[in-house]
């Protein structure tokens, strides 16, 4: 009962929180600021929340996508194989945030709209992106699955590019761990949510 009475007042709080897709916003996007005036620009922010399941143990990652500056695909989800790491839970969050990047990528393709250079992904971890980078296996990666390092060569490829942010400055935060409403409504309106 008390789960559904905050629900209810969460949906009554948020009737008037819709997604914004304008130039402007678009402009605002972290990235876009290098994209041709008039095309829609894709960029896209991972997190993950390591070791956060207590029964468990295991992992939250999220993404958020963004195409003129709003949402166009978002997840939350809890992680099936336990990380032994922060970067090894943030490096699996990468691979779903840049499956989906890669989907996008080729619909807006599709629709002309076909996307210039890689697309930027953003990410708090810096050991992730370390790893993505580096061509080289370490050996304190050997036990990670050969389908997280496909992350790897969609960096090679060209398919997106990795930047550091802050978790400050990190939308998909809010895909991942309980925020404080301040921090909360901050990762609404920088992944393009706002007030109607």
């Known amino acids: 009962v008390a789960a559904g009475e905050r629900v209810a007042k969460y949906l009554g709080q948020t009737a008037t929180v819709g997604l914004q897709y304008s130039a402007a916003a678009q402009r605002r996007q ?7 005036p008039g095309r829609l620009f894709l960029t896209a922010f991972s997190d993950a929340s390591w070791a956060s399941e207590p029964e468990d143990m295991t992992s939250v990652g999220g993404f958020i996508c963004c195409v003129g500056g709003g949402p166009t695909a978002w997840e939350s989800k809890k992680q099936v194989d ?6 090894e839970s943030e490096y699996m969050a990468l691979f779903r945030a840049i499956r989906e ?6 619909l807006l393709a599709e629709l002309g709209e076909e996307q210039q250079g890689p697309t930027p992904l953003y990410c708090d971890s810096q050991g992730a992106i370390a790893l993505a980078k580096n061509p080289v296996l370490h050996g304190l990666t050997k036990h990670m699955k050969v389908k997280w390092h496909w992350v790897r060569s969609m960096v090679t490829a060209g398919e997106v590019e990795l930047h550091y942010v802050k978790t400050t ?8 761990k309980r ?7 901050k990762c609404c309106k920088l992944a393009g949510m706002a007030l109607n």
Request: net charge negative; aromatic share 6%.
């Open 30 to 36: 972290k990235g876009a600021d290098g994209a041709e």
């Open 169 to 176: 400055a990190q939308p998909a935060d809010m895909m991942t």
């Open 101 to 106: 990047v890669v989907w996008q990528r080729r």
């Open 82 to 87: 336990q990380a032994l790491s922060s970067v």
């Open 179 to 185: 925020l404080v409403e301040q921090q909360h409504w």
